[in-house]
């Protein structure tokens, strides 16, 4: 039974498990391919992390990069 894959993209701020020292957990999605680079609401700083290990950690989007037009 396949897993379903996180729907996220790039601009997406997103909401992940561990939160970040500086008190946010809220990231801005600023990089994809097979590493994503997301950056800290916060404090502004940028981290990179493997595409799977994203995934993992991904616990929701937050406020997505372009809204569902209906």
Same mark, same amino acid.
């Given at each position: 039974?396949? @897993? &379903? /894959?996180?729907?996220?993209? $790039?601009? &997406?701020? =997103?909401?992940?498990?561990? *939160?970040?020292?500086?008190?946010?957990?809220?990231?801005? =999605?600023? /990089?994809?391919? @097979?590493?994503? !680079? @997301?950056?800290?609401? *916060?404090?502004?700083?940028? =981290? $990179? $992390?493997? /595409?799977? /290990?994203?995934?993992? !950690?991904? !616990?929701?989007?937050?406020?997505?990069?372009?809204?569902? =037009?209906?």
């Amino acid at each position: 039974m396949p @897993m &379903d /894959r996180k729907k996220f993209q $790039l601009g &997406d701020v =997103v909401e992940m498990k561990k *939160g970040h020292p500086c008190g946010t957990n809220a990231w801005k =999605v600023i /990089r994809m391919g @097979m590493d994503i !680079r @997301m950056k800290c609401t *916060g404090c502004g700083h940028s =981290v $990179l $992390l493997p /595409r799977t /290990r994203f995934e993992k !950690r991904l !616990r929701k989007v937050l406020i997505p990069a372009d809204p569902p =037009v209906e």
